[in-house]
């Protein structure tokens, strides 16, 4: 056999379309290689157009017989990772075909159940971020009941940690450093609905701006610059 000949053997048999989610979560589904294995030939032979591959013909591209591919598929169809169904061709023949349905949706619900652990993951970190910023800024531990306030914007409230810590940060430069300011704060920017830093930042200023415009213009004498500030409990 010439090397074309060899080439367009390689073009007509095709090439395999598999997920890469398949390869990275396996092994969280508790599937081992041999039945990984198995569901690839599967695919294999479905993409050829054999929808039902008997265990003879799955297991004639394997090392296993023909019985540990029948004991394998067994598995797999009670633990619902395969499923089998029948369908209708165009010409109205009833057939039987592996459904591999399951398996994929496994994988998404897999995705779903990493995403929120790592969400929690980081919403624990960030949280504890935010307890250490307070405790430095107030100079001392938070109190139980402060701590517990924290906790309430973050998981009650559903405050964004970033727009915690600039709201923080506006107590600070209005010199209130207390919980009752904060909280007056962080009420007041979600009825107004800001969301990001950024605009809570722009109310800030405006508000900030407004107060220099109030205050009567002394040019007497100089004195100590101060930063004007907005006082949330007045509103």
Do not use: H
Not at 91 to 105: A, H, K, T, V
Not at 125 to 149: D, V
Not at 179 to 203: C, H, M, P, S
């Amino acid at each position: 056999m010439n090397e074309n000949k060899l080439l367009m053997t390689w073009i007509d048999e095709g090439n395999l379309q598999v997920p890469q989610l398949l390869f990275s979560k396996y092994k969280k589904l508790q599937l081992n290689e041999v039945e990984l294995m198995v569901i690839l030939q599967i695919l294999s032979f479905q993409q050829k157009g054999i929808r039902f591959p008997t265990p003879e013909q799955l297991s004639s591209n394997m090392t296993i017989s023909s019985s540990e591919c029948a004991s394998i598929l067994r598995k797999l169809f009670q633990q619902n990772i395969i499923q089998i169904e029948e369908g209708t061709s165009i010409e109205g023949i009833r057939f039987e075909q592996y459904s591999l349905q399951s398996l994929w949706e496994r994988i998404v619900e897999l995705l779903r159940t990493e995403k929120k652990a790592e969400e929690k993951d980081k919403s624990v970190q960030l949280e504890s971020n935010l307890y250490s910023i307070f405790e430095q800024e107030f100079g001392r531990p938070l109190s139980p009941i402060e701590g517990e306030t924290l906790t309430m914007w973050i998981d009650q409230d559903e405050q964004d940690p970033m727009i915690i810590k600039a709201a923080l940060r506006e107590a600070v430069i209005s010199n209130k450093l207390n919980f009752r300011y904060i909280d007056r704060i962080l009420f007041e920017w979600k009825k107004n609905g800001i969301t990001t830093v950024d605009q809570a930042r722009n109310q800030s200023e405006q508000f900030r701006q407004q107060t220099r415009k109030d205050q009567p213009n002394t040019t007497s004498q100089p004195s100590k610059k101060t930063v004007p500030f907005y006082n949330w409990l007045e509103q």
